[in-house]
DNA sequence: TGTACATCAGTGAACGCGCGTTCACTGATGTAC
DNA sequence: TGTACATCAGTGAACGCGCGTTCACTGATGTAC
């Protein structure tokens, strides 16, 4: 019971901090109301508590992922929802998405491979649509494998520069978002 | 003298942990042979200091870019070698990279709005072959603004990607930058 | 019901560490007369 | 040529700080007889 305050508690302090290293163990005894040493009662060093946490953030993000694509049936129509849900996660766990994925953890470390990645739920709804519409022929391109890479590096791309330069006159979030699942989409669309 | 050698020193150790909070003033003290208080008759604080590094590192990114399409004449082709010497300039250097665009800072701070963006050097280059590409009528699209934006935000994230999941078994890097590119170009592409 | 003991979450004080920065200083070099 | 002084890059020791972690401990709770 302690133990999910810890966890809730080290993820409101990355959220704020956002940056591990700013997070001391002090600062979540404090937080839950404990003496530092208490937390070692229920991890055993601050590395395994960080990672733990972002393994809770890693699978929220694919629930929203999963909710988001829910009312659509239309491949496209999915991974466009897929995108949204994506960078909307970034930019309402800020410090979760920078320590997901742009700093260089091998945590999540199962992802070694296109198959481990697959396997990764946050990354498998917008492969499963990639694939789908290959399948109904809308796509002709690179394969499902080059493609769902291809929009995950474009989406993140978005994702992490609206979080690196928050001070830069973005247009609207939603806005940019469309237009960049749009052209790739455009890019991966059949001819004709 | 000892200013220039303190900054490669910087950028040295930088490059090394790819991180300026694991940068000490005393190490790079020690790396250009001197105690640490010596640095402060060079740099008011180690902010200055780093900053200081970036704003070189900024510059050859420019310098690179620049070299890279000098061979070409096409926008497109040009907008290509441009996007690998991006990459490259990523991979090369990745603390400077991460410290450049993966990090939340503001420094290079004139990158508030897009006409600043466009004054970046390192922007320059490619939006100035995007506008020529929509001039020669092969793009069509949102305008040359949000056309290059996105531009940018894709191979961002392939390069951020790139750094952050170094584990990951990538497709080899220059094979992943056409992909990108490609799809991209074929998003804006004028039809018919 | 009462006593003895085990369990165990949590405490408080301390450890050693590396950090950015400050401060009084040294010692070589250059200049003025 | 010799003396007095200013300049200034660099030193060495110390400052206060926050950190992760350890350690001996306390005190409440539960169990066995």
New interface residues.
């Given amino acids: 019971v302690l133990r999910d305050e810890i966890l809730d508690a080290t993820e409101a302090l990355l959220l704020e901090t956002?940056d591990p290293?700013e997070v001391s163990i002090r600062a979540v005894a404090q937080q839950v109301g404990r003496t530092s040493p208490a937390i070692y009662l229920h991890f055993p060093d601050k590395d395994t508590l960080i990672l733990s946490v972002c393994d809770r953030m890693f699978e929220r993000l694919a629930e929203e992922s999963a909710a988001a694509q829910l009312p659509y049936d239309d491949p496209v129509d999915r991974i466009r929802a897929c995108a949204h849900a994506y960078v909307r996660f970034a930019l309402d766990h800020p410090a979760a998405y920078r320590v997901l994925?742009?700093?260089?953890?091998?945590w999540k470390?199962e992802?070694?491979?296109?198959e481990h990645?697959r396997d990764s739920v946050a990354f498998r709804s917008l492969y499963d649509n990639v694939v789908a519409a290959y399948e109904q022929g809308v796509f002709t391109?690179?394969g499902p494998d080059?493609?769902a890479?291809?929009m995950?590096?474009?989406?993140?791309?978005?994702a992490?520069?609206l979080?690196?330069?928050?001070?830069?006159?973005w247009?609207p979030a939603e806005a940019?978002v469309d237009?960049?699942v749009?052209?790739?989409?455009?890019?991966?669309r059949a001819r004709g």
């Fill in positions: 956002g290293e994925f742009m700093e260089p953890n091998d470390s992802m070694g491979t296109m990645l391109g690179p080059l493609s890479l291809v995950w590096v474009s989406i993140h791309g978005l992490s520069l979080l690196a330069k928050p001070s830069f006159e247009p940019m237009l960049v749009d052209t790739e989409l455009q890019g991966l």
